[in-house]
C-alpha cells in the first residue's frame, strides 16, 4: 500500500511551532524588560526616601541653629547687665572706704553696714547673671553639637541617594537597550518558507482540423 509524501520543513505544523518558540522568545524578552524597570523604580522610591530624610533633616538642622543663636543672644544680653552692677559695687565700695576712714576710731554705723548689704546683693546678682548666661551657653552648645550629629547623617544619606539614583539610571538603559532589541525583533517580518505562485500561463493551443482537410488513412 504506497504511503503519503512525507512533511516537508515549510508545513503549517512546522511554521506553528516556530511561531510558538518565537512568541516564547519574546515574552521572555518583554518580561525581562518590565522586571529591569521594576528595578528602576525601586531604586528610584530608594532614592526619593532618602531625598525626603535628607530634607527633614536639613529642615531640623536650621532649626536647631536658629534656637542656638537664640539662646546666645540671651546670654549677651544677660551678660550685658553685669557691668552695670558692677558699677554700683565700685561706687558703693568707695562709699564704705570713706565712711570708715572717717569713723575709723568708732564702731561700723548701720549706713555702712547697709553697704555691705547692697554689695553682697548685688554680687549676688552678677553670678546669678553669670551663671544663667553660662547655661544659655551650655544649651547653644548642645545644639551646635546636634546640628554637626545631623549633618553626618545628611551626608551618609546624600550617598546612599546618588548609588541609588546611579542604580535606577543603570537599570532603566539596561531596559530601554533591550527593549529596542525587542521592538527591532518584532518589526521585521520572518522570511516566508514558500514563494507565492505567479500568474498561470497557458500553452498555446493546437490549431483545430479544417473539414476541408481530413486526417490520412492508415496504409493496409
Do not use: C
Amino acid at each position: 500500500m504506497a504511503q503519503g509524501p512525507a512533511a516537508s520543513p515549510g508545513t503549517p505544523g512546522s511554521s506553528t511551532v516556530a511561531q510558538i518558540r518565537r512568541s516564547r522568545f519574546l515574552g521572555q524578552q518583554y518580561a525581562d524588560v518590565t522586571k529591569l524597570r521594576e528595578y528602576a523604580a525601586k531604586h528610584e522610591n530608594l532614592a526619593a526616601r532618602y531625598e525626603q530624610r535628607i530634607s527633614r533633616l536639613n529642615t531640623r538642622i536650621e532649626k536647631l541653629r536658629h534656637q542656638a543663636t537664640l539662646l546666645r543672644e540671651k546670654a549677651q544680653k544677660v551678660l550685658g547687665e553685669v557691668p552695670e552692677y558692677e558699677q554700683q559695687i565700685k561706687q558703693h565700695q568707695r562709699d564704705i572706704d570713706a565712711a570708715t576712714a572717717r569713723h575709723s576710731s568708732q564702731p561700723l554705723s548701720s549706713d555702712v553696714t547697709s553697704l555691705h548689704y547692697r554689695v553682697r546683693k548685688l554680687m549676688q546678682k552678677v553670678v546669678d547673671l553669670k551663671q544663667r548666661a553660662s547655661a544659655l551657653e551650655q544649651r547653644a552648645a548642645q545644639r551646635t553639637h546636634r546640628t554637626q550629629e545631623l549633618k553626618v547623617k545628611v551626608d551618609r544619606f546624600t550617598e546612599a541617594a546618588q548609588l541609588a539614583t546611579q542604580e535606577a539610571t543603570q537599570y532603566r538603559q539596561r531596559a530601554d537597550r533591550l527593549q529596542a532589541v525587542v521592538e527591532q525583533e518584532t518589526g521585521t517580518a520572518p522570511p516566508s518558507a514558500t514563494t507565492a505562485p505567479g500568474p498561470a500561463t497557458t500553452a498555446p493551443a493546437a490549431p483545430a482540423a479544417t473539414p476541408s482537410e481530413s486526417p490520412p488513412s492508415p496504409p493496409p
